[in-house]
């Protein structure tokens, strides 16, 4: 099992968008607000000094609310290639994870081998899977996972039993 940082399911992304959007208003909120007291504070320094002094204090407050909003969509969108960039990681630092390995599951249990460790694990001991196109992921708890490649797999038929049979023992996520 690779144990990694906290992993989402699929149904999160569904609120997550809901939540950079509510983020996005409240940066622009402020970032009008910002403008809103620097255009007032201008006035007031122009209007004591007699010269205008409306840009400075607008660009000192605008640019750093501009740099937080701009960089906000990378850091949903970069949420993925983190995971991969974690998992791959663990794999390199972890060369234990790089042995050829077996994994056997059967109606009962999880049958995992190698070389050095042959371990089993009963089906109530995993709380979901989710699917991606070239991966199945089995959650035992909410940082430690069970990756089984569909390469590994020797034909498609292969694959549809094995999601028939998670979907028999595990809630999809």
């Not at 060369?95 to 599951?105: C, D, G, H, L």
């Not at 995992?112 to 694990?121: C, P």
Request: aromatic share 12%; net charge positive; hydrophobic share 50%.
């Amino acid at each position: 099992m690779v144990s990694c940082g906290r992993i989402n399911r699929r149904r999160s992304r569904k609120w997550l968008w809901a939540a950079y959007a509510v983020v996005s208003l409240l940066v622009a909120a402020l970032m009008a607000s910002s403008i809103v007291r620097s255009l007032q504070e201008g006035a007031d320094a122009s209007a004591s000094s007699g010269r205008p002094e409306y840009l400075l204090p607008v660009v000192v407050n605008i640019v750093p609310w501009f740099c937080v909003f701009a960089l906000l969509p990378f850091i949903f969108v970069l949420r993925r290639p983190f995971f991969v960039f974690l998992v791959q990681r663990h794999m390199k630092n972890n060369p234990s994870m790089a042995r050829k390995r077996t994994i056997e599951f059967a109606t009962d249990c999880v049958r995992n081998h190698d070389d050095l460790t042959d371990f089993i694990v009963q089906w109530p001991a995993f709380r979901y899977f989710t699917e991606d196109p070239n991966l199945f992921i089995l959650f035992s708890g909410r940082n430690t996972i069970l990756p089984v490649p569909k390469r590994a797999f020797a034909s498609e038929a292969g694959i549809e039993a094995f999601r028939a049979l998670l979907l028999s023992k595990l809630p999809a996520a």
